[in-house]
């Protein structure tokens, strides 16, 4: 008889995600997370934390949380492809809330590590520490209240995770927890909204990362400057997430997924081996011939094309996918 297969920590969190808006009626729900989405892509002091209460971080946790999961687990995935032979040995997630990066780290590296979550809203935490209960990994994770600032310091731990906080600092405040981050940490993982700006924000921490001594492990193959032209594009890639009943309530629309736009760095203090190339659009499938747009070793852009007549590096062009490094591995 075969033994039972546990449910992946997507599959847990989805799940400990379904009861959050038990007895809240759905358009309180919805209404709560339109309010909360502007502030999300906005700009909101850390002294004023934008979670005020539980109905607050339980409609947003439902709704944002599966983002917030598939995007850094894409960014930890491509860390650990870099690093084969590395798991962190403990984790701090700065400006977690309810804690989705911790989940992310669970499905990326098998068993415990001591984790701590900082965030300055006490709400976020204690639905974070509720949540986290159904997750073996996590249930003796520290959930402390901290102000995420220039006064920011930081315990020693292998990884550090910042995910979609800089968005909501000061430029002061984010160089600081960049350097706390640096100081503290063997790896740092940072995540922002796939935007112009969120771009732009994960360059400038990209920047202070490799100037405290880092190399870039994802998803640069390189630690030189972006060779994207300032102003002309911005580099980001796609998760795709299981839309909630929520998702469909707020944005409408019939489809059972959408896909979450994310810009991100990974950096190491340790050795690691980037990507060949990274495949940094959706790649172009045509008759006879896959479109490749790649980010370079040589620290430029390209397009490869590659046909039929290329065998098993067509067909792998064909199952290729936006953010995938490339050639891949197998």
């Known amino acids: 008889m075969n033994a039972p297969v546990s449910p992946s920590p997507a599959d847990t969190l989805r799940t400990a995600l379904s009861g959050l808006l038990d007895g809240l009626p759905p358009r309180q729900a919805a209404q709560a997370v339109e309010r909360l989405i502007g502030h999300y892509r906005g700009a909101t002091p850390t002294d004023a934390p934008i979670l005020r ?89 520290r959930w402390q209240r901290s102000r995420i600032g220039t006064s920011l310091t930081l315990a020693p731990t292998d990884l550090v995770t910042v995910s979609y906080v800089l968005n909501e600092l000061t430029a002061a405040d984010r160089a600081a927890l960049v350097d706390a981050a640096a100081t503290a940490a063997q790896a740092v993982v940072i995540v922002e909204p796939g935007t112009p700006d969120g771009y732009t924000r994960v360059l400038e921490a990209r920047d202070r990362l490799i100037a405290a001594g880092f190399r870039v492990a994802a998803p640069c193959p390189h630690s030189a400057a972006c060779p994207i032209a300032p102003g002309t594009d911005w580099c980001h890639f796609s998760a795709r997430v299981s839309r909630s009943s929520l998702h469909r309530q707020v944005k409408g629309g019939s489809l059972p997924y959408e896909d979450e736009k994310f810009a991100y760095v990974a950096a190491t203090r340790f050795p690691a081996t980037p990507a060949s190339s990274r495949i940094i659009r959706k790649p172009q499938i045509r008759k006879g011939q896959v479109l490749l747009d790649l980010c370079e070793p040589e620290v430029r852009l390209d397009r490869a094309t590659v046909t039929k007549r290329h065998g098993e590096l067509y067909k792998a062009a064909r199952d290729a996918e936006w953010g995938d490094a490339w050639p891949a591995a197998d």
């Not at 709704?63 to 590395?86: H, I, N, Q």
């Open 53 to 141: 209460d539980r109905a607050d971080v339980a409609a947003y946790a439902a709704y944002r949380m599966p983002a917030t999961f598939e995007a850094v687990r894409s960014a930890l995935e491509a860390l650990a492809d870099a690093a084969p032979e590395w798991t962190p040995s403990g984790h701090v997630d700065v400006g977690g809330g309810t804690g989705a990066a911790t989940w992310a780290v669970t499905a990326v590296w098998d068993g415990t590590r001591p984790t701590t979550v900082l965030d300055w809203a006490e709400p976020a935490l204690a639905l974070g520490r509720e949540i986290a209960a159904a997750n073996p990994a996590l249930r003796d994770a």
